[in-house]
């Protein structure tokens, strides 16, 4: 998956997972549990819809690289 | 209008669920209800046909205020079953109110005059009147014309488009969407159709146009939840979130009125739970994981059952402690403030049915879909606040349960043991109770107990 699609599927994935965050003011370096405040529940329902959207299962072990906006789409990137 | 949490004086209703002429059982969900602090489902308390909705909505009313009348079918207000001649259906309805204000017992049915009706054992009486069959139309076949089971079976079979179960909703779904109730074949309690049988049916339809959480018609206007496009309801949404604050506000300031609190924390050792779950985890898919929090939940309804004093009610008669421990779960709301459901019967759950719960219970919190139930009867409340970042929480106990426990962030932090030092996952844990009903002594041997719990995960 190139960045751009990698990108958008961690937008939508995001919007679904917070709906009040707006991603137009979102920096990429935003840490997704303390800035956008995702418990580990919403961060566990983010792993999952990414799971489903793109079909990359992110392993827990692989969790504080995927703990930035950006992380989680280089890592989809690489993957995806 | 039933309470729907201690604090809880008057409810809006916002949407009927069930209208007149609908067959409700106990339990089926018939109306949605906005307090302040969120909007609930609630269920009707009796079995019968909805004869009038009594309240329309949009209307404010305190508790304790009927909703409706359901009156009772005939299989509901027979004589009791006796020995000898079978009991005589009876056709005149008697009519009794639903949501009757709390813990009142719902008045017995008057016996209503019996009409001429073919006779009928009890058991088949029920059938007829779980398959919808008016058994004053069946001629029975029987001894002495008794109806026999085989034939309301063959009222059933005979009847054009016969009943489906259904629950109230789903029928309200299927008929929104167009869907033929007769045609789904249902998953539920004795086949009865649910609304995910609705929505997969409507999606095996041509126009898979059905939105993927569900109809929007059918949702209360859920203000501030979620799934509604933030445009124009942001002053709606200013609005909940201060009736939210100030209901929370009342709240707490009676607990800290009237609840003598006291408070003990201790650091609990998460190495052998944590290093339990990475390895159930990394065999699991990503939906089936476990969070820290599920296990944490799970040792801390084992632990209530173990110390009483934590767990129940204090009311005008002093401590009830409570035989089950329903594990109340404060959820902080996307959009602001808090609600606490209760998971039922959590200290009976296996830790991945715990979880699903969990899930399931802050999905509906957030998007304002909680019961009744869950709002109403917690024993003792558990705030997981540290998952975002704090290292522990003391916090402040919702009346009239007496106790409130806290777990901080879970961190890796130095750890000394047999002149060793190492390092691991700990949490710290807080127990705020009520000295009317604990002291120290009991309170800090149910912080133990947690976590003599959390050392042996694999048997939470």
């Known amino acids: ?80 | 209008m039933p309470s729907l949490g201690a604090d809880m004086e008057h409810g809006k209703l916002v949407e009927w669920l069930v209208k007149p002429g609908d067959y409700v059982r106990r339990g089926d969900l018939v109306a949605v209800v906005d307090t302040d602090k969120t909007i609930m489902d609630v269920e009707s308390f009796q079995e019968g046909v909805v004869a009038d909705l009594l309240v329309d909505i949009g209307e404010t009313v305190p508790v304790g205020t009927p909703l409706a009348r359901i009156t009772q079918t005939p299989a509901e207000t027979g004589p009791p079953a006796h020995e000898g001649p079978p009991a005589r259906a009876t056709a005149k309805a008697a009519v009794s109110k639903t949501a009757v204000p709390k813990a009142a017992a719902p008045e017995a049915p008057e016996t209503a005059a019996p009409k001429e009706a073919a006779p009928i054992a009890p058991p088949v009486r029920h059938l007829a009147h779980r398959l919808g069959v008016d058994t004053a139309k069946i001629h029975g076949t029987g001894k002495g014309g008794v109806i026999t089971r085989a034939d309301v079976e063959h009222a059933v079979a005979a009847r054009p488009g016969s009943r489906v179960r259904s629950s109230p909703r789903a029928r309200r779904l299927a008929a929104e969407l167009g869907v033929e109730l007769a045609t789904i074949s249902g998953t539920g309690p004795q086949s009865a159709v649910t609304e995910a049988d609705v929505h997969r049916a409507a999606g095996s339809h041509a126009e898979a146009l059905v939105p993927e959480v569900s109809s929007p018609a059918l949702h209360a206007p859920p203000k501030g939840a979620p799934e509604e496009p933030v445009t124009g309801k942001t002053s709606e949404a200013r609005e909940r979130l201060a009736s939210l604050r100030r209901a929370i506000g009342a709240l707490m300031s009676r607990s800290k009125k009237t609840i003598p609190h006291y408070y003990l924390s201790t650091t609990l050792d998460l190495r052998a739970a944590v290093d339990w779950m990475q390895s159930v985890n990394a065999q699991r898919p990503v939906a089936a994981r476990l969070v820290p929090s599920a296990l944490l939940l799970k040792a801390a309804a084992l632990a209530a059952r173990d110390v009483p004093e934590v767990n129940g009610f204090y009311g005008d008669s002093g401590f009830r402690p409570s035989a089950s421990v329903h594990l109340g779960v404060a959820v902080a709301l996307r959009q602001g403030g808090l609600v606490a459901p209760a998971i039922h019967d959590a200290d009976t759950l296996p830790v991945e049915v715990l979880m699903e719960q969990l899930r399931d219970l802050v999905s509906r919190a957030r998007a304002g879909r909680l019961q009744r139930a869950e709002m109403a009867d917690p024993t003792i409340t558990v705030t997981n606040l540290g998952d975002l970042g704090v290292e522990s929480v003391y916090g402040v106990i919702y009346p009239p349960q007496v106790a409130m426990v806290g777990f901080g962030r879970v961190m890796e932090q130095p750890w000394a043991q047999n002149g060793m030092l190492g390092v691991r996952h700990a949490v710290i844990a807080t127990l705020s109770a009520d000295h009317r009903v604990s002291d120290g002594l009991r309170g800090g041997r149910y912080l133990a107990r947690i976590e003599e719990l959390l050392q042996k995960p694999e048997e939470l």
Do not use: C, W
């Open chain 1, 1 to 80: 998956m190139n960045e751009q699609d990698a990108r958008e599927a961690v937008h939508a994935a995001i919007g679904k997972v917070a709906p009040d965050v707006d991603m137009a003011d979102v920096d990429e370096d935003s840490r997704l549990r303390q800035d956008l405040e995702l418990d580990s529940l919403d961060f566990l329902r983010l792993v999952e819809t990414i799971d489903t959207v793109t079909g990359v299962d992110i392993p827990e072990r692989d969790y504080p690289a995927v703990a930035t906006v950006k992380g989680l789409i280089d890592y989809l990137a690489a993957r995806g």
